[in-house]
């Protein structure tokens, strides 16, 4: 089991739809929601998804999908 | 007691012990220094800063490490009086503080790369990372090889290996990632959180971030123990820019100093600006950014501490500027035609962005203000090509010589 700690930020359009009930629906993983924020305009959060490597994987890329953009707690590392 | 009391939450305040750890397991907030400053004015005092080593590390009761063994001659950079620079703006009391001079590896992030791996090695690790193609990279890669440590550096794999010359040399494992700069970033994070590696920027970030107090200590005494008026400089994750603050704060606290912090100024390129947004916006969170500007070293989308900057940016008082990238040539050239500093296209931005705020009339013109000049144009010389003046050809002939480049009329 892995587990990883992720920021996830909704784009306006995608605040309405339950992605994350989506995601442990669709892929055996746990989401534990630690910070958030949500209104009309802005939705985003910060939580540990713990799982197998490749469930973790497959969850990440049906969020990127979806629009979300997925970037690590620590945000942007790499750095040119 | 030891100068430094613990880690702590800087979202919810709860304190941990002092490892390489850098998230808080509650809130997931980043964790920061907890000086014992009480501890500190005890044993800190001019004297002895201006007896100290000729680095950084003259300020080591002020940072989080015991015995400095990285970077030993990392800082200490000149603070020069820009005066020709100063006229064109209207300053009488401009200063850069010149960090494209740093050792070894030419930009301000050889102080932070100085504290981290100090730190690192006094935890025990023996491998240090990063994920960079540029200065953090070239800076990880040098001190890395320098202090016998392994060295790991993440890139993406569709990147020309020209671009990391400046690191090979240093030979270090050069990891090259097949995806986008946000599946390395997610892999950085996995593989920090799982070895026992110390990945600059991510596991000991809360020491390596501190290094970038010593610009403002470095100011203060270059100014006969005296904070400036004003500061200008760059926004990238952002954690610069408020350390600078912390450090002039920190500083007073205790009692080297008895001004107030300066009032901070920062500078984002126009193609890469979600700090600037926030903060003229009002927002207290960061909207992510794909970033499109020659100022690569400061482009980062999606910045870790963007929202304490913005925090930061009102408290002093402050306020933030954005530069498109032919004002970022024009800073550049207009550095080096001024002052003879080449800088990269990060200063390049700071210097668009101090003569936009000083033709703002944001500055009294007796001030003392200074801007940071953080890497070193030699680096990134590619930006200004179609930008400069070409040379003049001639013959070798003196009359060719006379007529085309010194402008006078030879009779035949």
Known sequence: MESIKLKLIYPEDKIKEPILSRVCKNFDVEINIRKANVTENIGWLELEMTGDEDQIEQAIKFMESQGIEVSPLEGQIFLE | ?412
């Open chain 2, 1 to 412: 007691m030891a100068k430094v009391k613990a880690l702590k939450c800087k979202e919810c305040g709860k304190e941990y012990p002092v490892e390489p750890i850098h998230v808080c397991e509650y809130c997931f907030g980043p964790l920061e220094i907890e000086y014992d400053y009480d501890e500190i004015k005890k044993i800190v005092s001019r004297e002895k800063i201006e007896n100290g080593p000729k680095s950084l590390w003259r300020y080591v009761d002020l940072l989080p490490v015991d015995n400095p063994s990285v970077g030993l001659s990392a800082g200490f950079t000149p603070l020069i009086k820009a005066e020709k620079l100063g006229r064109k703006l209207g300053l009488n009391n401009l200063y850069i503080k010149d960090d494209s001079v740093n050792h070894p590896t030419l930009s301000f992030k050889d102080r932070v790369v100085a504290v981290a791996l100090s730190k690192a090695k006094e935890f025990g690790f023996d491998t240090a990372a990063c994920a960079s193609t540029g200065n953090l990279a070239n800076s990880v890669a040098a001190n890395a090889a320098a202090s016998g440590m392994n060295c790991y550096v993440f890139i993406p794999a569709n990147l020309e290996t020209n671009k990391i010359i400046g690191s090979l040399v240093f030979n270090p494992t050069v990891v090259a990632v097949e995806g986008n700069y946000d599946d390395v970033n997610r892999l950085s994070s996995e593989v920090a959180n799982e070895f026992g590696w110390a990945f600059v920027n991510i596991n000991v970030r809360p020491f390596y971030s501190e290094g970038s107090k010593t610009l403002a200590f470095e100011v203060a005494e270059q100014l006969g123990w005296k904070a400036p008026d004003a500061v200008v400089a760059p926004l990238a994750s952002g954690s610069l820019y408020t350390k600078i603050w912390k450090g002039f704060n920190e500083l007073k606290t205790v009692g080297l100093i008895s001004d107030n912090s300066p009032r901070m100024y920062g500078a984002q390129a126009s193609g890469c600006s979600p700090i600037y947004k926030a903060f003229k916006e009002g927002r207290d969170w960061i909207v992510p950014e794909k970033p499109d500007t020659i100022a690569k070293s400061i482009a980062i989308g999606n910045p870790a501490d963007g929202p304490y900057a913005v925090k930061v940016g009102k408290e002093s008082s402050g306020d933030m500027e954005i530069a498109t990238d032919q004002e970022i040539i024009e800073g550049m050239k207009l550095l080096a035609e001024t002052e003879g500093i080449f800088t990269e296209t990060a200063g390049g931005t700071t210097i668009a962005v101090l003569k936009r705020f000083a033709e703002k009339g944001v500055f009294d013109p007796d001030e003392i203000v200074v801007a940071y000049i953080t890497g070193n144009g030699y680096k990134t010389m590619e930006v200004l090509e179609g930008h400069l003046n070409k040379p003049i050809h001639i013959k070798p002939s003196l009359h060719e010589f006379k007529e085309k480049v010194i402008g006078i009329k030879v009779k035949k």
